[in-house]
């Protein structure tokens, strides 16, 4: 059996994705669901995970540095910046110099940062809804009002709305926009046409962006990803946002790069990250980022095989099995977005459908924003069999 094959008991290993569950009738409240394990268990499609063991390349670094006995502070040396500017290249082209690497442990934590960094200069903060909804909260802590330039689903695809960004960028408030590519949840992998006209609105309005680049190394076939700040001279005014925890599953270890080529932008970002207390690095996240950007290509690209196999059969089965679904057939990211509008209009129906009948956890639509309602998001990065279990309860339900 392959490592993509076979599943790995993740009970008692503190899972955020295995152990916590929503109570149906109120999306608050959280249980645990240690009572939940067996055959009779509600599979967790979630938060964004995988069911996969890292690469053995990591996993050997991390035991090495763990053998070694000293876990003293930790900086990021040449070796480690190395690592992840030669990833940049190789992976995607870009070459960026060392010194504009600045960490951070995790991308949330950082877009909190850099919300509080540049908040002196306006009120409003620009997303592109339904989208990861964590960016809503980066806002809100901040006190920070929300615009959304909404996405546009136009048939089967989603696509960017140029003519109201325009209109709410030239908003002096909205001096910040956080853009997410690959997009979570709608699974689009921005086009170079599309950044490039995203990029010269914002350029044109003097609006700093974000770009939450955390699973652009997960491309499906046929799709190319472009680093948005390596276009022209958007790299002025964007602050980009990567990690290897989407990647390479190690969420975990809190590690995250921010690449900002702009020295009087990452001056800031780095006063705000020293000002809060968040200096330093894990020293294992540090380790496993470095040994996965070195040696774990080989492994990545096996991934990415499994996932696309993955998105096969999922297609076939969505349109043989469960015709009132509607998938929208990611182009990255191994989270699948689907319309069940037709099937269930009514939010709760909907999700006890899936929680108690299907006995699926899944991501509701609605919490990515209200342009997610009558949706779900489901992470398809486990192993084929549960991929299939988790099917065949959808078509028992909704086939
Ligand atoms: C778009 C996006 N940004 C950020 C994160 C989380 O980043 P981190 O774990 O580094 O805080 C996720 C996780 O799902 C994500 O999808």
Not at 1 to 12: L, T, W
Not at 120 to 139: I, N
Not at 163 to 187: A, F, M, Q, Y
Request: hydrophobic share 40%.
């Amino acid at each position: 059996m392959d490592e993509f094959s076979k599943e790995i008991d993740r009970s008692n290993t503190a899972s955020v994705k295995w152990d916590l569950i929503q109570e149906v009738d109120n999306p608050e409240k959280w249980l645990t669901t240690s009572s939940y394990f067996g055959e009779d268990r509600t599979l967790p499609m979630w938060v964004a995970d995988m069911d996969f063991a890292s690469p053995e390349v990591v996993r050997e670094a991390l035991i090495t540095r763990a053998e070694h006995g000293l876990y003293g502070y930790t900086r990021t040396d040449d070796n480690y910046l190395n690592a992840v500017t030669d990833w940049m290249k190789k992976r995607h082209g870009w070459g960026v110099k060392p010194s504009s690497i600045v960490t951070c442990p995790g991308v949330v934590p950082a877009l909190h940062m850099i919300i509080r960094a540049f908040s002196e200069s306006g009120s409003k903060v620009l997303v592109q809804r339904p989208v990861y909804y964590p960016f809503f909260s980066s806002v809100a802590a901040n006190s920070k009002e929300l615009v959304s330039n909404s996405l546009v689903l136009e048939n089967g695809r989603y696509r960017m709305d140029f003519d109201d960004l325009r209109e709410k960028v030239s908003d002096k408030e909205t001096n910040l926009v956080i853009l997410c590519n690959p997009h979570n949840p709608v699974g689009r992998v921005w086009t170079k046409d599309e950044l490039l006209t995203f990029g010269q609105i914002c350029r044109e309005n003097d609006t700093l962006v974000i770009a939450d680049e955390i699973h652009g190394d997960l491309i499906m076939d046929g799709h190319h990803f472009t680093p948005f700040a390596s276009l022209e001279d958007f790299s002025d005014f964007t602050i980009t946002c990567t990690a290897p925890s989407k990647t390479f599953n190690l969420a975990g270890l809190q590690t995250s790069n921010l690449i900002i080529e702009n020295s009087t932008l990452k001056r800031k970002v780095e006063k705000v990250l020293r000002d809060n207390g968040l200096i330093g690095l894990n020293l294992f996240g540090l380790t496993a980022c470095q040994a996965a950007y070195n040696h774990g290509e080989p492994w990545l690209n096996n991934l990415l095989g499994v996932l696309n196999g993955h998105l096969d059969y999922l297609e076939s089965f969505f349109k043989q099995q469960l015709p009132q679904l509607k998938m929208y057939r990611p182009e990255g990211s191994y989270l699948l977005w689907f319309d069940c509008r037709e099937a269930e209009r009514d939010q709760m129906k909907l999700r006890k459908k899936i929680m108690e009948d299907a006995k699926i956890f899944l991501d509701d639509g609605f919490v990515f924003g209200d342009e997610g309602k009558g949706f779900q998001r489901l992470n398809f990065a486990c192993p084929r069999s549960v991929l299939e279990e988790a099917m065949h309860r959808l078509q028992r339900v909704f086939g």
